[in-house]
């Protein structure tokens, strides 16, 4: 079993950046990917940015493409999302996930965190 520890969500201003962290656990051996996914309320849950942990490799949504950063430490197997230039329209609980395939969408993972909100005011 594997457990994914999220941090970094806040109340920040328009324009202002947070970075958002998922600490995995347990039996990571066969993680092969990190992907984050956001829900607003009454909306159904989208794909933000995805990493292929062995290759570097990444996925954006147009939405967030050059303003988010996904990135990865290896020894600390630990994924973040570097999220800059935020908007009203990202405000969100934001989803980490790990699986064993890189992929953008969600059911193709196998783990997920709790959640953090994330509330961006213009």
């Known amino acids: 079993q594997v457990h994914l520890e999220e941090s970094g969500g806040g109340s920040v201003q328009y ?3 947070l970075r958002l962290s998922c600490a995995a656990s347990g039996a990571t051996s066969g993680l092969a990917a990190v992907g984050w996914f956001r829900q607003a309320p009454g909306e159904e849950r989208e794909f933000v ?3 292929d942990w ?14 988010f950063t996904i990135s990865r430490d ?4 630990t ?3 570097h999220m800059n230039s935020l908007k009203s329209e990202d405000t969100a ?5 790990f699986g064993s395939i890189f992929s953008r969408y969600a ?3 196998e783990f997920w965190g ?6 961006v005011s213009s």
């Open 79 to 81: 994924g973040y999302l």
């Open 49 to 51: 940015a995805s990493l």
């Open 15 to 17: 324009g202002d950046s």
């Open 114 to 119: 709790q959640g953090t909100q994330v509330t």
């Open 93 to 97: 609980g934001y989803f980490c996930a």
């Open 74 to 77: 290896n020894a600390k197997y």
């Open 54 to 67: 062995s290759t570097g490799n990444t996925i954006y949504s147009n939405s967030v493409k050059g303003r």
């Open 107 to 109: 059911s193709m993972y």
